[in-house]
């Protein structure tokens, strides 16, 4: 089992050859890994982050086949299937490290502000569901400071919500609470820059 730390460690190396334009010979996603995984898997780390096209979760931290467990879903909401599947990861495969990852300029936090500017009726069931899990963290910001240029309220409700999702996970599940109690489960918040390619972690208690 690879501990929380050296998990974020691995992350933040792989971070930096994906900005560096390096990339890893050690990720391996040749036919002998596939062999070798094809009877079990141990990720190193659990990524829940978002659907949109520019943030491979592999890609971004340069890593190869079997060593992330990644969960995509716009706006990196967290809802009980999310959940569920954290507790999996870390249950069954001992996984250590729950990093949540948004990102700048993400398109389902741009919609939920849209959305708060200028409420829609037609909106689809499904995705005013995702927009819903996102509102509250945008609309108590903007409560607290009514002031925000645009270009800043964007930045503060992409961290608002990746900080929403993670407190989420650390006090939304009984499973995830004891792992991190009792077995060194670390669950933090990071957001990548679509402009500099570069992922800054926050929040690590
Ligand atoms: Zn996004």
Known sequence: ??????????L??????????????????GPARRNELAS??????????????RVPAEIVFDQGLGDLFVIRVAGNIVAPSQVGSVEFSAERYGTRLVVVLGHSQCGAILATLEELARPSEDQSRNLRSIV????PSVASLLATEPG?????????????NIRVS??????????????????????????????????????EK
């Open 166 to 203: 993670t407190n989420h996970l650390r006090h939304g599940s009984d499973v995830l609470e004891s792992l991190i109690r009792n077995a060194g489960l670390l669950v933090v918040g990071a957001e990548y820059s679509l402009e500099t390619g570069v992922v800054e972690f926050f929040d």
């Open 132 to 135: 819903d899990r996102i509102r």
């Open 40 to 53: 079990g898997q141990e990720p190193f780390a659990i990524i829940l982050g978002c659907s949109d096209s």
């Open 12 to 29: 933040r190396d792989g971070n930096r050859r994906f900005v560096s334009d390096i990339r890893s010979s050690g990720a391996p996603t």
């Open 1 to 10: 089992m690879i501990e929380a730390r050296e998990a974020l460690e691995r």
């Open 148 to 160: 925000y240029a645009p270009e800043a309220l964007m930045r503060e409700a992409v961290r608002a």
